[in-house]
């Protein structure tokens, strides 16, 4: 079955608030004394997992990696522990402000092939570990800068792309899961079944225990906004509106560039939780001030608009 993403048509009006959940909020996992360890790439004499054989190697421009540990200390917000990979690397998380609706932002699923997406996580870390009131009251903004830390090790390759078991981390969820996968070098490893790895049993089993309001995924570079959309529920075409209206980044058309299946916002969409996959327009830079500004319109979005003054203007 071919995944099709977004909606066919885009609203007109002001998008709809989606209802707020009630339910209480369980306590995230955190394990203080072992945090924080820096996103970072394991030293150079380490040994990398054998590279895939079935894509060729693209050319890329190369990131300044070291730069893409955040500034872990002092946080004004908890940094919490969500999972480990595959290779035993933690998977961390920055929360910042204590409102109910929560915003979810993911970046590094593809890794080091698409690392400008950490770079831009953690460039998002440090702006409001600076600001903090930028994050609206009544919202929650939860950063998880490399989703894909085995891969991230491994730096601008292809390789980069998949986690230690050489699965594609957006392919390995749970709608519309195929065991036969393709990206745009050719076939791709979707892994066992849906949810084989641990990072994608981490972050699921998170997004289902907090019922965030939107969820974010980041890559690069298809330049634009894909709607998560998992069997028509569509829940999440007007958050790719927002966000689109607000970056300038294109939205509403469907991916159609290839057949992808079992990727992550389409099952956050089957949740009934609006997500989408943003891709940056090039593999090199963060695009940082249009994201920022995205991230406002979300905020603003789920808060009612014009109804929050610092949303008025
Ligand atoms: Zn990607």
New binding site residues.
């Given amino acids: 079955m071919i995944l099709i993403f977004g909606a066919a048509c885009q609203p007109t009006s002001v998008p709809s608030i989606p209802t707020l959940t009630t339910t209480p909020r369980p306590a995230l996992i955190v394990r203080p004394t072992q945090m924080p360890r820096p996103v970072t790439p394991p030293p150079a004499s380490a040994t990398p997992p054998p590279p895939p054989t079935r894509a060729p190697q693209p050319t890329l421009p190369a990131l300044p990696l070291e730069t893409l540990a955040p500034e872990a200390s002092p946080l004004p917000e908890g940094i919490f522990w969500l999972g480990q990979s595959t290779e035993g690397r933690d998977i961390l998380g920055w929360r910042f402000g204590d409102g109910e609706r929560q915003v979810l932002v993911v970046g590094g699923?593809?890794a080091g092939f698409?690392a400008n997406t950490v770079l831009l996580v953690n460039e998002l870390i440090d702006h409001f570990s600076g600001s903090p009131g930028d994050v609206l009251p009544g919202i929650s903004l939860i950063l998880i800068p490399v989703l894909n830390p085995d891969g991230l090790a491994r730096g601008r390759e292809i390789a980069g792309r998949f986690n230690g078991n050489l699965v594609d981390l957006?392919r390995n969820w749970g709608c519309e899961w195929s065991a036969e996968a393709v990206s745009n070098q050719g076939e791709v490893d979707p892994g066992e079944r849906p949810f084989s790895e641990p990072e994608t049993q981490a972050l699921s089993q998170f997004i289902e225990i907090e019922r965030p309001a939107a969820v974010l995924f980041y890559?690069s570079a298809a330049f634009g906004i894909f709607a998560g959309d998992c069997e028509g529920s569509g829940v999440s075409a007007v958050l790719a509106e927002v966000l689109g209206k607000a970056t300038g980044y294109p939205y509403g058309e469907p991916f159609s560039a290839y057949r992808v299946t079992g990727t992550a916002p389409s099952w956050v969409d089957s949740l009934g939780i609006p997500a989408v996959d943003v891709e940056l327009s090039n593999a090199r830079e963060t695009e940082f001030t249009r994201n920022l500004a995205g991230l406002r319109a979300v905020q603003c979005w789920l808060l009612g608009n014009p109804a929050v003054p610092r949303c008025a203007t």
């Fill in positions: 699923i593809h698409e957006n890559h």
